[in-house]
């Protein structure tokens, strides 16, 4: 079994409680906006932060090919403060799966917007052939993985957040801007 503590940090331009609210979503909406991860299930309980989704499992593709699949579990919850004196946002999550372990989400502000620091403390567990090849590759080459994964995840919140809502024209009711057809290149 091997043990990984990888630390990402986002920089997010918009306030704190922006951030909180879209990672804190009950119906959990990362993989909308955050390419390579999927929801396979999804326990929310309702009501507040704390018990908003309590379960997931997820899919995450990795650059290099291959998937993880792990349930994740709200351990623990303070939401951030506003004020003079700020206080950060935190939630505790479990791994269990093809990662065990822990993962910890502080949502901070800074000049300009938000800091996301994600903190990963797990172990691959996954036991099958591709577990196998992955304990085995150099801890560089999976770190890197690990990074472009989350690097994919700041951009799609960031993407996320600045998009602006479609305004509608009060005399047509069409959409502005103009939606792109699906059959034109991005």
Do not use: I, K
Not at 104 to 132: F, K, S
Not at 133 to 138: E, G, I
């Amino acid at each position: 079994m091997r043990h990984f503590r990888l630390v990402s940090h986002w920089q997010v331009p918009a306030p704190v409680a922006t951030v909180w609210d879209e990672l804190a979503d009950p119906a959990f909406t990362w993989p909308t906006w955050w390419r390579g991860l999927q929801a396979e299930e999804v326990r929310a309980s309702g009501g507040r932060t704390a018990e908003r989704w309590s379960r997931v499992r997820v899919r995450v593709r990795s650059p290099l090919g291959w998937s993880l699949r792990f349930g994740l579990m709200l351990v623990s919850v303070t939401e951030p403060t506003p004020g003079r004196s700020p206080t950060p946002g935190r939630a505790l999550l479990r791994a269990t799966g093809d990662l065990s372990g822990f993962g910890a989400v502080v949502v901070a502000p800074v000049p300009g917007g938000t800091r996301v620091t994600l903190t990963w403390t797990v172990a691959l567990t996954r036991a099958d052939a591709v577990g196998r090849a992955l304990r085995a590759c150099p801890r560089p080459v999976l770190a890197a993985a690990h990074a472009a994964v989350m690097r994919a995840g700041e951009r799609g919140l960031v993407r996320r957040l600045r998009a602006p809502e479609p305004a509608v024209s009060r005399s047509r009711g069409a959409p502005w801007p103009p939606r792109r057809s699906c059959a034109a290149p991005p």
